[in-house]
């Protein structure tokens, strides 16, 4: 029988992390000039209800059971300059058109959730980066993301600035308006599939052949929803009425912490800023400030797991972030690399089983799959990616339960930043269009494609 390390903690409070020595890498220089934003940002309205957040944890909860699939996708570093109409009906697109192959394949309603309206803050391996500028070395804070700093290599935009929080609040708050407008509208609706693909398609590099079998497969969708309704089918509105989930890494914590608020007649503590926060592979350690502040929300919780991953360390976490076992709370997201994978997940998997910890397993084929071409440039291999994704299925399937989740940093535009896929992309042709400030993201055909592949292999 596991012995949860941690047996009992100190009160918990929304600020109880600042005890603590804080692990993101970076600090504010001007301490008044953050308590005067932190203020702000904590008097203003939330951006997510806690009824929308119950509503994705009794889906999650239900994804748990192998009822659901769980999509999740998104910029690796989302840019507020990102916030036009052009990117955010793009990225609601690219997600719904992957949904829809999924639902196909998988014949289960697919939970959607973007890494957007948040995704500002980014973790980095080193908390400076040295440049030659002009023929000298120089050497400024790393990029921690919109939220945090600036991209720009020049020491005032890259020094923290805690009013930047305030602007990601308000960009996030106009991305996810937009994106209620839209599904409100019917922008979203499965009947009428043909509204969102259309002009997108014309525009995309995609193959005749993925063309075509999209086409079907959105056209058999709409017929079978047609049918279902005419039989009166009540649960068919479920399924047609699309909605968003929003996610993000809940780095910055002084942006998560002053919109963690309690609400009229609930007792707990929500974090408003999003739906699913996640702890990152480099801040989820037992005893770390992100530890302490994710312990105390009402929210379901991402965490995700690389392949150095202990798995006795892996359920004191899960003991520690949801001791009560509450269904749809936990949702492990394993990022362990083609290489690993086959030889770290099994033990993962059986030791939370054998504990009976409710957990939905969600795989992240992106952030193990990271190599670098001789020419310096950062990229991830299509098969890497789709060979870690196949695995987990294969593993999972054999520990008698489906995976329940992908996540993925993808674009819906036709960006040149992985290499492989069927478009065939070279470590040469990265050049041409690549625009990530952070990792590189699959691109509108080799999103559709990996979706095209998991939903044959889910479906069998
Ligand atoms: C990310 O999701 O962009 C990220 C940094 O992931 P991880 O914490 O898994 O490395
Ligand atoms: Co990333």
């Not at 106009?174 to 209620?180: A, G, Y």
């Not at 709409?222 to 399924?239: C, I, P, Q, T, Y």
Request: charged fraction near 25%; proline fraction near 7%.
């Amino acid at each position: 029988m596991h012995e949860p390390m941690i047996k009992s903690k100190p009160a918990w409070s929304p600020d109880s992390w600042r005890a603590l020595e804080p692990c993101h890498q970076f600090a504010y220089p001007d301490p008044k000039a953050l308590e005067a934003a932190s203020e702000r940002l904590a008097s203003l309205p939330p951006l997510v209800t806690s009824w929308e957040i119950e509503a994705l944890k009794a889906q999650l909860a239900e994804a748990q059971e192998g009822k659901r699939f769980v999509l999740q996708g998104g910029d690796c570093a989302e840019s507020l300059d990102a916030c036009t109409p052009d990117e955010v009906t793009t990225r609601l697109k690219i997600l719904l058109q992957m949904s829809l192959v999924l639902v196909q394949g998988t014949k289960k309603p697919v939970v959607r959730m973007g890494r957007f309206a948040g995704q500002y803050a980014k973790p980095r391996s080193s908390p400076t980066e040295t440049r030659e500028v002009d023929g000298k070395q120089e050497t400024h804070e790393s990029y921690f993301g919109d939220l945090v700093n600036g991209p720009a290599f020049t020491a005032e935009a890259r020094a923290p600035d805690p009013d930047r929080m305030l602007r990601g609040y308000h960009h996030a708050a106009m991305t996810l308006n937009f994106v209620r407008s839209l599904c409100e509208a019917g922008f979203a609706d499965l009947h009428h599939p043909e509204y969102w693909d259309l002009r997108f398609f014309s525009n995309a590099a995609l193959s005749p052949e993925k063309r075509e079998r999209f086409e079907n497969a959105s056209r058999e969708l709409a017929s079978a929803l047609r049918f279902m309704e005419a039989l009166g089918e009540k649960s068919v509105d479920d399924l047609s009425r699309v909605r968003f989930f929003t996610g993000h890494e809940g780095l910055n914590l002084y942006y998560e912490s002053a919109q963690t608020r309690q609400v009229p007649r609930r007792n707990d503590y929500y974090n408003l800023t999003t739906h699913m926060p996640w702890i990152g592979e480099r801040t989820r350690a037992l005893d770390s400030a992100h530890v302490e502040y994710f312990r105390g929300i009402a929210n379901p919780i991402g965490v995700k797991v690389g392949p150095k991953a202990d798995p006795v360390e892996l359920l004191d976490l899960i003991d520690v972030l949801n001791p009560h076992g509450e269904p749809g709370k936990m949702v492990i997201i394993t990022r362990l690399g083609a290489e690993h994978v086959g030889k770290v997940l099994p033990r993962l998997v059986r030791v939370v089983s054998s504990a009976h910890k409710p957990v939905l397993w969600v795989c992240d084929p992106m952030h193990a799959n990271g190599i670098t071409t001789p020419q310096g440039v950062k990229t991830r291999s299509f098969d890497d990616i789709l060979s870690e994704l196949e695995e987990t299925c294969d593993i999972h399937a054999s520990e008698g339960h489906p995976l329940g989740g992908v996540h993925f940093e993808l674009t819906g535009h036709d960006v040149t930043e992985c290499v492989g896929g069927a478009g065939g992309l070279r470590a040469e042709d990265l050049h041409q269009n690549y625009t990530s400030h952070c990792d590189p993201r699959l691109n509108y055909e080799q999103s559709l494609e990996i979706a095209f592949l998991l939903a044959r292999k889910l479906g069998g």
